[in-house]
């Protein structure tokens, strides 16, 4: 699942919403972090719905322009689930493998980031310098 496809189930989890609302709570779930474009926003819901993973929720006029409101189905909310935990699991793996590599004999004192790394010269995370 994509990154946009997981933010885009997880705005609609609790209720159904429009695309401009899914943009806006897609930014505000990822602490700005993820701002989608709306012609990716509109690619990520014809997928989804391909998919069976959400439907047309219904269609209202609003101040002259049409807004139509998705949700999640209810295998919606299962991949939703699904992925959800699998983040989790992954997390907790890496949780568990850095707190081994601190105990570990000769460990840095910054096991993440490495004596090698200089943290003044951007962000790295294998996506290297742009």
Same mark, same amino acid.
């Given at each position: 699942?994509?990154?946009?496809?997981?933010?885009?189930?997880?705005?609609?989890a609790d209720?159904?919403?429009?695309?401009?609302?899914?943009? +806006?709570?897609?930014e505000e779930?990822?602490?700005?972090?993820?701002?989608?474009?709306?012609?990716?926003?509109?690619?990520?819901? &014809?997928?989804?719905?391909? &998919?069976?993973? !959400?439907?047309?929720?219904?269609?209202?006029?609003?101040?002259?322009?049409?807004? +139509?409101?998705? +949700?999640?189905?209810?295998?919606?909310? =299962?991949?939703l689930d699904?992925?959800? @935990?699998?983040?989790?699991?992954?997390?907790? /793996?890496?949780?568990? =493998? !850095? /707190? @081994?590599?601190?105990? /570990?004999?000769?460990?840095?004192?910054?096991?993440?980031?490495?004596?090698?790394?200089?943290?003044?010269? %951007?962000? %790295?995370?294998?996506?290297?310098?742009?």
């Amino acid at each position: 699942m994509t990154q946009a496809a997981f933010f885009v189930l997880t705005a609609l989890a609790d209720r159904p919403r429009h695309g401009y609302g899914i943009l +806006r709570e897609v930014e505000e779930l990822s602490d700005g972090t993820v701002r989608l474009r709306v012609g990716t926003l509109y690619g990520v819901l &014809d997928r989804l719905t391909a &998919d069976g993973l !959400i439907v047309l929720d219904r269609e209202e006029v609003h101040e002259g322009r049409l807004r +139509r409101y998705y +949700r999640l189905t209810d295998e919606g909310m =299962r991949a939703l689930d699904a992925e959800a @935990e699998r983040m989790a699991a992954g997390a907790s /793996a890496a949780k568990e =493998r !850095i /707190a @081994e590599g601190r105990k /570990a004999p000769g460990a840095a004192a910054n096991p993440v980031t490495g004596p090698s790394v200089n943290p003044s010269a %951007g962000p %790295g995370l294998a996506g290297g310098m742009a």
